[in-house]
T-cell receptor, first 115, second 113 residues
């Protein structure tokens, strides 16, 4: 596609349920990032994938959060046993190579509401 | 610790004014600096990317500069319009093995007619 695509755009879930958020990066982009933006807060880094290298998971807030990237393309962020504090906008970005030298492009985000 | 700071946090100006948004960073060993725009309830739109070897980039009414030695970047918006109203964020990936973009908290801009 022309840009980074995220689905769903909105998700309402009950506390304790698991959710999966999907990100389709720009074709050919080897780097993929997940960020979280809570209401009125800045962007919080979650995880970074670069090609076939081991992902940088240093930003994941708890072991309830996990992410995978299949075939170097589509990525799924999974949140298990959701809590109300997980409510936020989850943003995905991709870049042609590492962020060290290329422009990052963001999707429109998935707004997650845990009730 | 790498930090990115944006001043001011909010700005309200009348239409037609030229304005400057500021971004400062603690580590001069950055590889590049990127400016984004975020409209309410939306994702981030990339505006400009300045490589560490460059001093400025221009796109239409936008001009971004980078001064690594002083740890500063500025985004200049000429002849502001109500459609420029949004939150503007700067971000940089730092050296030392970090690949993630470190974001500032943003400047919320309102341009009124």
């Amino acid at each position: 596609g022309a840009g980074v695509s995220q689905s769903p755009s909105n998700k309402v879930t009950e506390k304790g349920k698991d959710v999966e958020l999907r990100c389709d990066p720009i074709s050919g982009h080897t780097a993929l990032y997940w960020y979280r933006q809570s209401l009125g807060q800045g962007l919080e880094f979650l995880i970074y994938f670069q090609g076939n290298s081991a992902p940088d998971k240093s930003g994941l807030p708890s072991d309830r959060f996990s992410a995978e990237r299949t075939g170097g393309s589509v990525s799924t962020l999974t949140i298990q046993r959701t809590q109300q504090e997980d409510s936020a906008v989850y943003l995905c970005a991709s870049s042609l190579a590492s962020a060290l030298n290329t422009e990052a492009f963001f999707g429109q985000g998935t707004r997650l509401t845990v009730v | 610790k790498q930090e990115v700071t944006q001043i001011p946090a909010a700005l309200s100006v009348p239409e037609g004014e030229n304005l400057v948004l500021n971004c400062s960073f603690t580590d001069s060993a950055i590889y590049n600096l990127q400016w984004f725009r975020q409209d309410p309830g939306k994702g981030l739109t990339s505006l400009l990317l300045i490589q560490s070897s460059q001093r400025e980039q221009t796109s239409g009414r936008l001009n971004a500069s980078l001064d690594k030695s002083s740890g500063r970047s500025t985004l200049y918006i000429a002849a502001s319009q109500p459609g420029d109203s949004a939150t503007y964020l700067c971000a940089a990936p730092f050296s030392g093995g970090y690949n993630k973009l470190i974001f500032g908290a943003g400047t919320r801009l309102a341009v009124h007619p």
